[in-house]
């Protein structure tokens, strides 16, 4: 066997040991080179979610700002809407005052509505007859009738009152319980009655109700019976 000096041994150490701290050194180094990348990543990514935060901060400003110009335009509209309003019944009760001072309220107003809700809400499939003012004898005595608007199966009897009251609602409630001595050829029709005025106070309302009778006054935009479901709910009762 080959006796090995302890020179040979040491130089073959210091070899081997010279290998070793070269290949710590590539590991060292390719170590150094992945923790930059890694740090350079990293930075990238910090600038990119400061940037994203800044867009996003913005972007919360802008929709801040977006929501107070809707409130805003949101204000407007509805003042807008009020002004509106007011200015349709302002021009409504305008209307009503010079339809009252003319005569005219009965033709211009109460009977063209009354035609329309005969087919709107009262469901007449036809009319076969609308008359305005018609005047008639009976038991010695005359009587005027404002409108009559006649379906197939009712008829409707409408009234029209500047200034209605709670008499003048009587009144008529009892007028209509005539009509039929007045119009026999109507007989077994239902009748229906119709008070109508440019306003109608709430307690004229309230005994139009009591007595059976429909009020219609004005509304938004046209007239409209204001206690129609009170009264149908008191007929399906």
Not at 101 to 126: M, Q, S, W, Y
Not at 197 to 202: D, H, K, L, R, T
């Amino acid at each position: 066997m080959a006796y090995v000096t302890t020179e040979e041994r040491v130089d073959r150490l210091e070899a081997v040991f010279g290998q070793f701290m070269t290949e710590m050194a590539v590991i060292n180094r390719r170590a150094d080179e992945r923790n930059k990348a890694a740090d350079e990543r990293l930075g990238r990514f910090e600038a990119e979610m400061s940037a994203f935060k800044d867009e996003m901060s913005a972007f919360k400003d802008e929709m801040s700002a977006f929501k107070d110009e809707m409130r805003a335009f949101k204000d407007e509209m509805r003042a807008f809407k009020d002004e509106m309003r007011g200015s349709k019944r302002e021009l409504n009760q305008q209307w009503g005052a010079l339809a009252n001072k003319l005569g005219t309220i009965v033709e211009d107003v109460v009977a063209p509505n009354l035609r329309r809700l005969a087919v709107e809400h009262f469901r007449f499939p036809v009319i076969e007859d609308f008359i305005v003012r018609r005047s008639r004898r009976h038991g010695g005595g005359e009587t005027e009738f404002d409108t009559i608007v006649v379906g197939p199966t009712a008829v409707v009897l409408g009234e029209a009152k500047s200034s209605p009251t709670r008499q003048s609602a009587e009144e008529f409630a009892a007028k209509a319980g005539r009509f039929f001595d007045f119009f026999p050829e109507y007989q077994g029709r239902r009748l229906i009655a119709v008070l109508g005025s440019w306003a109608m106070p709430g307690p004229v309302v309230e005994r139009l109700t009591e007595l059976g009778v429909y009020a219609m006054r004005m509304g938004e935009d046209t007239m409209e019976l204001v206690n129609a479901a009170a009264l149908e709910a008191k007929g399906r009762s």
